[in-house]
């Protein structure tokens, strides 16, 4: 990949693991330095370890008030700017809304979208005094389709579609791109206990889909010229719907 984000600095929550580890390492493939934000310090170690100075760890646990209030000021201590953020870190419950605890609708909710809403919040005056910046956000096809099995994680993701779309609007004066991902069942933590045989079975069939082709799509938003923005992709497994 050329070395599109050369000179770039770019925050991805949810770092550690998932779609937004492939997303914080494709962006340092192109170029950028990137601040790695998750609350598993071991993790964040572990990976930016692998890639030099250019991916710094910055441990935040994002359901902490005074510690998600931190995030900017600590990136902009970091890495001194801030050029795209994605705010990808977030929760799955799935299943009949009757069987679900309820502190863990909590925990959700406030996740996938107070956290959201706050994160972006933050980066916004930083952007627009410097007149650009990209905005990145995990959504979900759930976020499409009123998806019986998953109704609060459908929920969540609807109020983030709607934020994105919103924030949009108004953020464009100041030359501030946002745009959603909405990808279909990823291989990742939520699979985490599936056999590996099942796994290959249904990646084969067209059921799921790698972080790394998230992020593949995530690299084609950001690289787009800047009278361009890509409002919202679905991103979905071919077979997904058949």
């Known amino acids: 990949m050329a070395r599109e984000l050369e000179g770039k600095v770019a925050a991805v929550t949810g770092s550690a693991s998932g779609i937004g580890l492939a997303s914080a390492e494709a962006m340092l493939a192109a170029g950028a330095r990137v601040v790695f934000v998750d609350r598993d310090e071991a993790a964040l170690k572990t990976v930016c370890a692998k890639h030099g100075d250019a991916a710094i760890p910055l441990v935040i646990d994002l359901l902490d008030l005074t510690s998600c209030a931190s995030m900017m000021s600590r990136i902009l201590e970091k890495a001194g700017k801030l050029d795209i953020f994605h705010a990808n870190a977030g929760l799955y419950i799935g299943g009949d809304l009757v069987d679900a605890e309820t502190d863990a609708i909590d925990r959700m909710l406030n996740l996938n979208i107070n956290v959201v809403m706050k994160n972006v919040h933050d980066v916004l005056p930083h952007m627009i005094e410097r007149g650009c910046g990209d905005i990145l956000v995990t959504s979900s096809l759930a976020g499409h389709y009123p998806t019986p099995w998953e109704p609060v994680y459908a929920s969540s993701k609807w109020a983030i579609h709607c934020f ?43 059921s799921l889909i790698e972080a790394t082709e998230v992020a593949d799509t995530l690299m084609f938003m950001l690289t787009r010229p800047r009278n361009v923005t890509i409002r919202d992709v679905v991103i979905m497994p071919s077979g997904f719907d058949l």
């Open 164 to 206: 994105v779309q919103t924030v949009r609007r108004q953020v464009n004066k100041h030359g501030i791109r946002i745009g959603s991902v909405s990808p279909g069942p990823v291989i990742g933590a939520l699979l985490a206990d599936w056999p590996e045989d099942k796994l290959q079975d249904a990646k084969a069939s067209g």
